[in-house]
């Protein structure tokens, strides 16, 4: 009985976890079918999913017409890159040195970070407008780039693996002669992988689709980063959604190939967070 109790939720979930891809991706599949559509056949309402009508001429359009498109496509990658790097090492070493080191005020930057978690990102953009403007970085690549380089969450998430990880391959390495520099990145970086790689596809993610920080510092159109540049594909009397699918499907590349190749580490890191306090 109890295996026929276990059998049959397992099904229910299964079915509900079925139901629920076909509804996410049902959208994509839209999106991607009107990419191939012509605007006047998006805008007739039919909701057909094979086009009526395919061609090419949206991603011709886009790539070869659009003489900026390529340029915002650039500006994506070089910011998101650059941010996913450098948040990689500094939370890292922030994270480490919250679980290992010892310092004057430990507690006070620890308790710190654990505040500025609940301070919403929209509370700072006036500030971090300002500070920008006072620095001459508006509409430049270091003003996306340096207020994004750390973020509190991901040097919380890191102190949690840290804390957790065994101390007796540090003692190990003590004993050969390694500093602290070098059992960090020696010993502890290289097996921090699915922590680095979950940590890598939620930054990467959140920076590739950002839309209210380019919004607010980038005024140039050379300089619009992808989801500001299809917004200029929508105008006050006619939007055209045949370009801004088009130019989604190639938005969407990037992050795919990025959960693609992090997947593995992505998966064992589930679990990295918890643990000890």
Do not use: C
Not at 40 to 57: A, M, Q, R, W, Y
Not at 84 to 102: C, D, I, K, P, Q
């Amino acid at each position: 009985m109890k295996i026929y109790n276990f059998l049959t939720w397992k099904t229910l979930l299964y079915i509900l976890l079925t139901l629920y891809a076909i509804i996410t991706l049902i959208p994509f599949l839209w999106a991607l079918s009107a990419s191939f559509k012509p605007l006047s056949e998006i805008v007739s309402g039919e909701p057909n999913f094979v086009p009526k009508n395919f061609t090419l001429d949206n991603y011709k359009q886009i790539f070869f017409q659009e003489p900026l498109f390529l340029r915002w496509v650039f500006n994506s990658v070089v910011i998101a890159i650059s941010v996913t790097v450098l948040n990689l090492l500094f939370n890292s070493m922030a994270g480490y040195a919250l679980a290992r080191l010892n310092f004057t005020g430990k507690r006070f930057w620890f308790f710190l970070i654990l505040t500025v978690l609940a301070v919403p990102a929209q509370i700072t953009l006036i500030p971090t407008f300002l500070i920008l403007k006072a620095l001459g970085w508006l509409n430049s690549y270091q003003g996306m780039i340096v207020p994004s380089m750390v973020n509190a969450t991901f040097i919380f998430m890191m102190r949690q693996f840290f804390v957790n990880f065994p101390k007796e391959l540090e003692e190990a390495a003590q004993l050969d002669g390694l500093k602290t520099w070098g059992i960090f990145q020696h010993i502890v970086l290289p097996l921090a992988k699915p922590a680095l790689a979950a940590q890598a596809v939620f930054v990467f993610m959140g920076n590739w689709n950002n839309f209210l920080l380019p919004l607010v510092i980038l005024f140039d159109p050379e300089m619009f980063t992808l989801p500001l540049g299809l917004n200029t594909f929508k105008g006050q009397f006619i939007s055209y959604w045949n370009y801004i699918m088009a130019a989604s499907m190639v938005f969407t590349l990037p992050a795919l190939a990025i959960y693609a190749f992090f997947n593995r580490y992505f998966i064992e890191s589930v679990t990295f967070t918890g643990g000890k306090g």
